[in-house]
């Protein structure tokens, strides 16, 4: 990624203009489906990959993902998954990756076990393809990533160009919203998540990938933003993004993003010098001022709702015996599932089919962690901790990642209220594992704004 120039308020600009342009014309999302990949393509085939061009276009990718499912770009709810996989692979195939990353081949093979129980499966009402893909195509989606990012070197200013690949369709996402539903007052009733101020899609997901833009976009603003311009610019940017998180009702993406930026906060002071440390009194201030302003805000525009939400409580006030929105009880049934399948599991996909058939609900795990120990059993609960160990271990000798347990804690928090349903949290996962340096030599120069 040497020498790569972004005209940052240009680029913010130009997206801007994508989601006016899908929102006046709906089938122009398909062509902007269609063309990422090419696109994407025919610039990693022309550079070989040499700068890693690949991490570019899948960040693009992951960004763009729900920007294409809320307008219907999205040729199949996999669609991302599999080209972030594809480039990856082709990522591989130009620049190799780590012996090491074997143990990430490790995790795809415990995966095989599950997968077997649910073929033996005879039934016709499940379809036994379709229940595969769609509870692996995550999982694999992580393995491949890791593989490829497995202690790849990478400067710490191309990280953060990876980012805001990341960042700019979260903008084309963020400025669709407001065109769909300008008026939040008009809309919001009650404390559930909301799908009108998400889009007409998915609250959670929209709560996810925006809370993703959140820290990007807080990243650029106390880490990349020179001038006065651009700290306008990105806190504008920063607020825009967590007042349309907010209003979705979902909570996880917001809470998520909140953790993220702790924990950049955290390893920022404690990493530097008593210089820095002053300075960053006044980071701390205006986060807390921004933050402080935009909950008023969104509180005033919600008629106080929001904040009831958040409490957990009804519209009337009243506490709510669930906490999670229903996934308790599914988190329970699949803790039920593994102590009476405690070796294999029941396989890949057939606790949605077990729950509809207990039931008559065939209601999908939001939690990738319980799911993976009901349906892949001992093997699920080897996966997971490999999944966790492994990073852990890699940061000893990776100090320098200052987004590290931000990146991980992504994964983990969304993993648990969102499972995988996205490409985001596996791709984010992967960003975790690149040995990053901070130290710019001086003949490399990258301008990202």
């Known amino acids: 990624m040497k020498n790569i120039k ?52 899948a960040a693009y990718l992951v960004g763009v993902e729900v920007f294409l499912r809320m307008t219907g770009g999205n040729f199949n709810n996999e669609f991302v998954k599999i080209n972030v996989i594809f480039f990856m692979l082709m990522g591989m195939v130009y620049s190799n990756f780590s012996s090491n990353a074997f143990v990430y081949f490790f995790f795809l093979i415990l995966l095989i076990p599950g997968i077997l129980i649910t073929s033996t499966v005879f039934s016709v009402s499940v379809d036994i393809k379709k229940s595969l893909v769609f509870n692996l195509s995550g999982p694999v989606c992580l393995a491949i990533s890791s593989i490829y990012m497995y202690k790849r070197k990478i400067l710490f200013a191309d990280l953060q160009t990876v980012l805001i690949a990341m960042g700019l369709p979260i903008v084309s996402t963020t400025v669709y919203l407001f065109l769909y539903n300008p008026s939040v007052r008009d809309v919001v009733t009650g404390t559930q998540s909301n799908f009108e101020t998400s889009g007409g899609f998915g609250p959670n997901q929209v709560s996810t990938i925006l809370g993703l833009g959140i820290f990007i976009f807080f990243t650029q603003l106390i880490l990349f933003s020179k001038s006065k311009k651009m700290m306008i610019l990105n806190g504008a940017l920063l607020v825009f993004l967590t007042y349309r998180g907010i209003v979705t009702f979902s909570r996880g993406g917001i809470i998520t993003a909140i953790a993220m930026i702790i924990c950049l906060l955290f390893f920022l002071y404690r990493f530097s010098n008593n210089r820095g440390r002053r300075k960053f009194v006044s980071v701390f201030i205006l986060t807390g001022l921004l933050g402080m302003g935009v909950w008023v805000y969104s509180s005033f525009q919600t008629k106080g709702l929001i904040e009831k939400r958040y409490a957990n409580q009804d519209a009337r006030g009243r506490q709510k015996k669930d906490r999670l929105g229903g996934r308790e009880q599914i988190m329970n049934e699949e803790l039920k599932l593994f102590i009476e399948n405690p070796v294999l599991g029941v396989g890949v996909g057939m606790g949605k089919q077990i729950r509809k058939e207990a039931s008559g609900e065939a209601a999908a795990s939001h939690n990738e962690s319980t799911r993976m120990i009901s349906e892949h059993g001992l093997f699920g609960v080897l996966g997971l901790v490999l999944l966790l160990t492994v990073p852990i271990m890699l940061y000893v000798n990776n100090r320098q990642h200052l987004y590290f347990f931000s990146f991980f804690i992504f994964w983990l928090l969304t993993i648990n209220h969102a499972a995988m349903r996205t490409a985001a949290p596996a791709f984010v996962y992967g960003l975790s594992l690149l040995f990053v340096q901070i130290k710019i030599p001086e003949k490399e120069e990258i301008s990202v704004s």
């Not at 709906?26 to 393509?41: E, N």
């Open 6 to 57: 972004l005209s940052y308020s240009n680029l913010l600009l130009i997206h801007a203009a994508i989601a006016l342009a899908v929102f006046a014309v709906p089938f122009l999302s398909k062509i902007y489906a269609l063309l990422i990949p090419i696109v994407g393509f025919f610039i990693v085939y022309r550079s070989k990959n040499r700068n890693n061009e690949v991490l570019l276009v």
